[in-house]
């Protein structure tokens, strides 16, 4: 499936399905799959990077194991030179999850982090992310939140993507802009057009399945497209957040995850 990706002109990023693992046992097994997944992607030259989740590898359960664990495959990947984003989760795992990127960047530089523009901390967490060089995807966030960590409103979190979007084409360092929103994907065409920031200055990015007309239509525009693809047993949770995105995809969302 990522050849045939690759061969529509767009590139791809793995995710193992998983989160909240109940045992090292588990976390162990998220990154051996990855692991794997990095060798065999520079084994038939197939242009994707990966995304995994903290609690995959067993923040709840260890810390240090966790942090080891995610430093490894990072590691790994730059060796490849290859590229790992952590996902980002519900605002409990934010601070974490940056403290971690932002230790591992100082290591090696294959590794970058997601902001959400749902959060209120988000524009302070945009600037030191680009102070420091560290790649950010930048999403609206999918978890519930309450209103004391996060917009509620459509209009604010639109109005703060907008926003964190141009701090990150001035400044950020290969921002990817992750969002099936056209509104979104105009205005920041918009802003990079004002701010000459060429095609190849940053990504869109989306979810595999979702709005392929969109994706299509702007990897002919020029532009650079990268899908989210999932993959593994523990759809559960995923297939929740999306249902609760968009109800009317229960049934197209079923048929991609067990297709694969
Ligand atoms: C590549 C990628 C990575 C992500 N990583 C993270 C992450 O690490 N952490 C996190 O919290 N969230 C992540 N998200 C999810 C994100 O935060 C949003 O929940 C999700 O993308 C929906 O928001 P939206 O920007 O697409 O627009 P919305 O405001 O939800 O929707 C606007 C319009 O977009 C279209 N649209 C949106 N969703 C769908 C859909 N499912 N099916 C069809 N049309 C749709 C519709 O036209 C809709 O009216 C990621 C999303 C993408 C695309």
Redesign the pocket.
């Known amino acids: 499936m990522c050849r045939q990706i690759n061969r529509e002109g767009l590139t791809v990023?793995l995710d193992y399905l998983g989160e909240n693992v109940t045992s090292i046992e588990e976390a162990r097994r998220s990154r051996d799959m990855y692991r794997r997944v990095l060798t065999e992607l520079e084994r038939h030259k197939i242009d994707a990077n990966i995304?995994l989740?903290l609690s995959q590898f067993g923040m709840d359960l260890s810390e240090s194991q966790c942090r080891a664990g995610v430093r490894e495959l990072a590691g790994l990947a730059a060796q490849l030179r290859n590229f790992v984003?952590?996902?980002?989760?519900?605002s409990e795992y934010t601070e974490k999850t940056l403290d971690l990127v932002r230790e591992i960047h100082a290591l090696t530089h294959s590794c970058g982090a997601?902001i959400?523009?749902?959060l209120y901390r988000s524009e302070n967490d945009v600037e030191d992310l680009c102070r420091r060089k560290i790649r950010v995807?930048l999403?609206?966030?999918?978890?519930l939140e309450p209103a004391d960590v996060a917009f509620q409103a459509?209009a604010d979190?639109?109005r703060n993507?907008v926003n964190l979007a141009e701090r990150l084409l001035l400044r950020g360092y290969y921002p990817?802009i992750?969002?099936?929103?056209?509104?979104?994907v105009d205005a920041v065409k918009e802003l990079a057009a004002r701010h000459k920031v060429g095609p190849d200055g940053f990504e869109f990015?989306?979810?595999f399945g979702?709005?392929r007309d969109l994706q299509k239509r702007l990897a002919q525009e020029g532009f650079r497209v990268?899908?989210?693809v999932p993959f593994g047993e523990a759809w559960y949770p995923y297939f929740m957040?999306?249902l609760a995105?968009?109800p009317?995809?229960a049934l197209?969302?079923a048929r991609n995850l067990f297709r694969q």
């Open positions: 990023t995304s989740k984003r952590v996902d980002m989760e519900s997601v959400q523009a749902y995807r999403c609206k966030g999918a978890y459509k979190v639109d993507f990817a992750a969002t099936h929103d056209e509104v979104m990015q989306m979810l979702i709005r990268r899908l989210y957040r999306r995105e968009r009317a995809n197209f969302l």
